[in-house]
């Protein structure tokens, strides 16, 4: 008995220290990020290994940021899209989850099965292209807005908030004299407030790290969102533009380190505050999809 | 005659009493019907072009039928068998290391005794999960430079001060252990979901029983969250064969084709890059049947060895 306690004693301290391990290295690189865009370039640039604090604190590297018009582009046109797909995206997702959980309208059940259909079948990437192509919304903000308007999973979870509410509410309404229009933004749509807050965080996310149909569809760079000016920064390493002619490569480094955090800095900020909501809208969807 | 006159008229009889029940909303809905329609099932009859010499120029009704040219030009691409191996090795490397992680850090999770320690836990653990995808990829290639961070700490164990992405060889393990990295806190909420399932009864009986903590685990805990693991098994091995494309084009270069390139990207270079439409329609729609095949086959063996099911 004693020996088991024992046992028991000796994996609870393991544990807790594997735990705060995968806390280190999860938050790690974030914290290495920070300390490196504060740094100094040219200690940076000759520094190896581990960084403890910055070297040199310096906010140079924001400045070059700043002085950056792309970045601000690039945030502008997120705004944008953020800012009409949420209006657009939650609009019709709401009305067709209602749509879809009506049980005495006809069309409801075809509408239900063709939705449905959508979640395991698709064009795949080449038809979907020429699709939005053969609208001629390429090139175009559009582009990013309306073909991904609704998630269908989405639509699924608001549904599925909605058939929770009991039908006796909705049809005391019609009898009243309510319109379906009038039932859906009244009486259903206070009551999944919830719901709406886990799906507008959803498409929130999505919109803001979205970046392959950006990368496909438009070729204007005054039309790039934020992630594919990080893009350009970042991965295709082109530093020098962002550097002012810097052929500063020291500088370079540093700046990316910035760029990275201007750009995650929106999401640290309100993660902490609403990570439960996430969690939840995957609860509702496991429990129930 | 008189019968089947009757039943036409109640047809029609029920049909205007729903229009004018429900017409207001089929009114308000059409915006979302015509979503589906034309940006879902237009791109899906677009599918078609697999079969055609598509034009854009002629259409999609105007370009010629080649039955199974496209298909048959892809078996026979020199490519084709490094595309499998890349794709199916990524693909199982993701199985064997990613699908695990997610189900033992939920298991040890539900170990802790402090809730609020491990509500810490998960709030760092979930975070990776929001990070852009160009975030991450940026960061890999920084650490993993000749002179980045990674690379200084491996070289410390005596591995070679490279930059790793420029080696076909360490493609596959960057990109696995990235994407435990990011994606295995968030995994474990499904996991998590589950366990608060189990029956606290089931516990006290097997400690009655004399099972200790790690017995419990295995008689208890596992077998209360074995359904869940199986449908996301079912639902991993009916997506064998899609390994996505962002991260991959984020991170490969024509140095490291050799073990990165994979029919997703294949299909996006020969596609939007250089505007094989029917060709890459074709490789697009043979990976869908493929994946479409193993989700029904791994759902039926499900069904017959065990309980669960996806359908």
Same mark, same amino acid.
């Given at each position: 008995?004693?020996?088991?306690?024992?046992?028991?004693?000796?994996?609870?301290? !393991?544990? +807790?220290?594997?735990?705060?391990?995968?806390?280190?290295?999860?938050?790690?690189?974030?914290?290495?990020?920070?300390?490196?865009?504060?740094?100094?370039?040219?200690?940076?640039?000759?520094?190896?290994?581990?960084?403890?604090?910055?070297?040199?604190?310096?906010?140079?590297?924001?400045?070059?940021?700043?002085?950056?018009?792309?970045?601000?582009?690039?945030?502008?046109?997120?705004? +944008?899209?953020?800012?009409?797909?949420?209006?657009?995206?939650?609009?019709?997702?709401?009305?067709?989850?209602?749509?879809?959980?009506?049980?005495?309208?006809?069309?409801?059940?075809?509408?239900?099965? $063709?939705?449905?259909?959508?979640?395991?079948?698709?064009?795949?990437?080449?038809?979907?292209?020429?699709?939005?192509?053969?609208?001629? !919304?390429?090139?175009?903000?559009?582009?990013?807005?309306?073909?991904?308007? !609704?998630?269908?999973?989405?639509?699924?979870?608001?549904?599925?908030?909605?058939?929770?509410?009991?039908?006796?509410?909705?049809?005391?309404?019609?009898?009243?004299? /309510? $319109?379906?229009?009038?039932?859906?933004?009244?009486?259903?749509?206070?009551?999944?407030?919830?719901?709406?807050?886990?799906?507008?965080?959803?498409?929130?996310?999505?919109?803001?790290?979205?970046?392959?149909? /950006?990368?496909?569809?438009?070729?204007?760079?005054?039309?790039?969102?934020?992630?594919?000016?990080?893009?350009?920064?970042?991965?295709?390493?082109?530093? $020098?533009?962002?550097?002012? $002619?810097?052929?500063?490569?020291?500088?370079?480094?540093?700046?990316?380190?910035?760029?990275?955090?201007?750009?995650?800095?929106?999401?640290?900020?309100?993660?902490?505050?609403?990570?439960?909501?996430?969690?939840?809208?995957?609860?509702?969807?496991?429990?129930?999809? | 005659?008189?019968?089947?006159? %009757?039943?036409?008229?109640?047809?029609?009889?029920?049909?205007?009493?729903?229009?004018?029940?429900?017409?207001?909303?089929?009114?308000?809905?059409?915006? #979302?019907?015509?979503?589906?329609?034309?940006?879902?099932?237009?791109?899906?009859?677009? #599918?078609?072009?697999?079969?055609?010499?598509?034009?854009?120029?002629?259409?999609?009704?105007?370009?010629?039928?080649?039955?199974?040219?496209?298909?048959? *030009?892809?078996? @026979?691409?020199?490519?084709?068998?490094?595309?499998?191996?890349?794709?199916?090795?990524?693909?199982?490397?993701?199985?064997?290391?990613?699908?695990? =992680?997610?189900?033992?850090?939920?298991?040890?999770?539900?170990?802790? @005794?402090? @809730?609020?320690?491990?509500?810490?836990? *998960?709030?760092?653990?979930?975070?990776?999960?929001?990070?852009?995808?160009? %975030?991450?990829?940026?960061?890999?290639?920084?650490?993993?430079?000749?002179?980045?961070?990674?690379?200084?700490?491996?070289?410390?164990?005596?591995?070679?001060? %490279?930059?790793?992405?420029?080696?076909?060889?360490?493609? #596959?393990?960057?990109?696995?252990?990235?994407?435990?990295? *990011?994606?295995?806190?968030?995994?474990?909420?499904?996991?998590?979901?589950?366990?608060?399932?189990?029956?606290? *009864?089931?516990?006290?009986?097997?400690?009655?029983?004399?099972?200790?903590?790690? @017995?419990?685990?295995?008689? =208890?805990?596992?077998?209360?969250?074995?359904?869940?693991?199986? #449908?996301?098994?079912?639902?991993?091995?009916?997506?064998?064969?899609? =390994?996505?494309?962002?991260?991959?084009?984020?991170?490969?270069?024509?140095?490291?084709?050799?073990?990165?390139? =994979?029919?997703?990207?294949? %299909?996006?270079?020969?596609?939007?890059?250089?505007?094989?439409?029917?060709?890459?329609?074709?490789?697009?729609?043979?990976?869908?049947?493929?994946?479409?095949?193993?989700?029904?086959?791994?759902?039926?063996?499900?069904?017959?060895?065990?309980?669960?099911?996806?359908?």
């Amino acid at each position: 008995m004693i020996k088991r306690t024992l046992g028991e004693k000796v994996f609870n301290v !393991i544990n +807790i220290f594997i735990m705060l391990l995968v806390v280190t290295v999860t938050l790690y690189p974030f914290l290495y990020v920070l300390m490196a865009s504060f740094s100094s370039a040219n200690e940076f640039m000759s520094h190896r290994g581990l960084l403890i604090k910055p070297l040199g604190f310096t906010l140079d590297s924001y400045k070059f940021v700043m002085k950056n018009s792309m970045i601000f582009i690039g945030f502008k046109n997120t705004l +944008i899209v953020l800012i009409t797909r949420l209006a657009l995206g939650l609009l019709l997702t709401v009305i067709g989850a209602y749509f879809m959980s009506l049980k005495t309208a006809k069309l409801s059940k075809v509408f239900s099965i $063709g939705v449905v259909i959508t979640m395991f079948f698709s064009g795949g990437l080449i038809p979907n292209y020429l699709n939005v192509k053969s609208f001629g !919304i390429d090139n175009s903000l559009l582009a990013l807005i309306l073909p991904v308007a !609704i998630n269908t999973f989405n639509m699924i979870i608001t549904r599925n908030a909605i058939d929770a509410i009991p039908d006796g509410l909705s049809e005391a309404a019609m009898i009243d004299g /309510a $319109g379906h229009t009038r039932v859906l933004f009244s009486i259903i749509v206070p009551m999944i407030i919830p719901t709406l807050a886990v799906i507008t965080l959803y498409y929130s996310v999505e919109t803001w790290n979205s970046w392959f149909t /950006a990368m496909i569809y438009l070729r204007k760079k005054s039309l790039y969102p934020l992630q594919l000016v990080l893009r350009e920064i970042l991965i295709m390493n082109s530093v $020098g533009n962002i550097a002012n $002619g810097g052929d500063n490569e020291a500088i370079a480094e540093t700046v990316q380190y910035a760029v990275m955090m201007v750009a995650t800095v929106p999401i640290l900020v309100v993660y902490p505050f609403l990570q439960k909501y996430f969690v939840k809208g995957v609860m509702v969807g496991a429990v129930k999809g | 005659m008189q019968k089947s006159k %009757v039943s036409s008229q109640n047809f029609i009889k029920s049909w205007k009493t729903d229009l004018r029940r429900n017409g207001e909303i089929y009114l308000v809905a059409l915006p #979302v019907i015509l979503f589906f329609i034309l940006f879902h099932y237009k791109s899906m009859y677009g #599918v078609i072009i697999a079969f055609k010499n598509f034009s854009p120029t002629k259409g999609i009704m105007g370009s010629e039928w080649v039955g199974f040219k496209y298909f048959i *030009q892809f078996f @026979k691409d020199d490519y084709f068998l490094r595309l499998m191996k890349n794709t199916l090795t990524i693909s199982l490397a993701t199985l064997l290391f990613s699908f695990p =992680v997610p189900i033992i850090f939920a298991l040890l999770l539900n170990e802790l @005794k402090s @809730k609020a320690f491990s509500r810490g836990v *998960q709030l760092v653990a979930y975070l990776p999960h929001f990070i852009s995808l160009i %975030v991450i990829c940026g960061l890999i290639s920084k650490f993993t430079s000749a002179d980045g961070i990674v690379t200084n700490i491996l070289a410390f164990f005596g591995m070679d001060k %490279v930059s790793y992405l420029n080696y076909p060889q360490y493609f #596959v393990p960057i990109y696995v252990i990235s994407d435990i990295w *990011q994606e295995a806190g968030w995994n474990s909420i499904i996991y998590l979901a589950a366990l608060t399932g189990v029956d606290p *009864q089931l516990y006290e009986a097997a400690s009655i029983d004399g099972a200790g903590k790690f @017995k419990q685990t295995i008689h =208890v805990t596992l077998p209360g969250i074995t359904p869940t693991i199986v #449908v996301m098994l079912i639902l991993r091995i009916g997506s064998l064969l899609n =390994v996505g494309y962002e991260k991959i084009i984020l991170l490969y270069n024509p140095i490291t084709y050799e073990t990165a390139d =994979v029919i997703s990207t294949y %299909v996006y270079r020969y596609g939007i890059l250089d505007g094989s439409w029917s060709y890459s329609t074709a490789i697009g729609l043979f990976n869908s049947v493929i994946n479409f095949i193993l989700l029904i086959a791994a759902n039926k063996i499900s069904r017959k060895y065990s309980e669960s099911s996806l359908w």
